[in-house]
């Protein structure tokens, strides 16, 4: 399935009667056209950088109510940091064991896999773990 694009997201919380600050649009519309997983504090060093002025806790609690409206998805890792997806939609990642980066596995077969089996899929969490590129070549220089 696709992922929900920026316009469309704000256009179905404005039909639901959700207004958003221009701070929240802001995080909103970084994370839905990335392709990457950043943290919260990569969040908020980007948009202090592009609007100034907000703080890492108000940058934490949009993260957590757009989390909770299901638009965006939050990927903890136990201990470390956790990562936000603009991808709502069920999908795959890669996990760099070394720097942390995220990609998304896009795979037919993930979501083919209930069929014929009578259950009906609601939810699913698979990680592939390895080193990304960047990775593999320091890897190689070391
Ligand atoms: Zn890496
Ligand atoms: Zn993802």
């Not at 909770?68 to 470390?80: N, P």
């Not at 990562?83 to 990642?93: F, I, S």
């Not at 089996?117 to 390895?130: D, L, V």
């Amino acid at each position: 399935m696709q992922r929900s694009g920026y316009q469309q997201t704000i256009a179905e919380l404005r039909a639901n009667g959700v207004r958003l600050t221009p701070q929240r649009q802001w995080i909103l519309r970084y994370l839905k056209e990335t392709e990457e997983h950043p943290t919260a504090d990569e969040i908020f060093r980007e948009i202090n950088q592009a609007l100034g002025g907000i703080s890492l806790a108000t940058v934490y609690n949009t993260l957590h109510t757009f989390a909770e409206m299901g638009i965006i998805r939050e990927l903890s890792y136990g201990d470390k940091l956790s990562r936000y997806d603009g991808n709502e939609k069920e999908h795959a990642h890669f996990v760099c064991e070394s720097c942390g980066q995220i990609a998304n596995v896009e795979s037919p077969v993930l979501s083919g896999v209930s069929t014929g089996s009578g259950f009906q899929m609601r939810s699913y969490r698979i990680e592939f773990y390895g080193l990304c590129e960047d990775c593999q070549v320091s890897a190689k220089t070391c």
